[in-house]
């Protein structure tokens, strides 16, 4: 069932999948793909488009 195990190989693991950066410590890679990979920007309106203009 797994409720209690643990994945011990992704715990030491200090590669990045996204970036494929390698760092010293994996607590690093946590705070680098949190800060580098983490947020995905909005999409942007285009004003050119024509659709729902302002009035």
């Known amino acids: 069932m797994g409720l ?3 994945n011990k ?3 030491n693991e200090t590669k990045c999948d996204v970036c494929g950066l390698e760092l010293h ?3 690093r890679l ?4 949190k800060k580098a990979h ?4 909005e999409k942007k309106l285009d004003p050119n488009s024509g659709a729902g203009g302002t009035w």
């Open 9 to 11: 190989d992704n715990e």
């Open 38 to 41: 983490g947020n995905i920007p």
């Open 30 to 33: 946590k705070r680098h793909t």
């Open 4 to 6: 209690f195990k643990r």
């Open 25 to 27: 410590d994996p607590e």
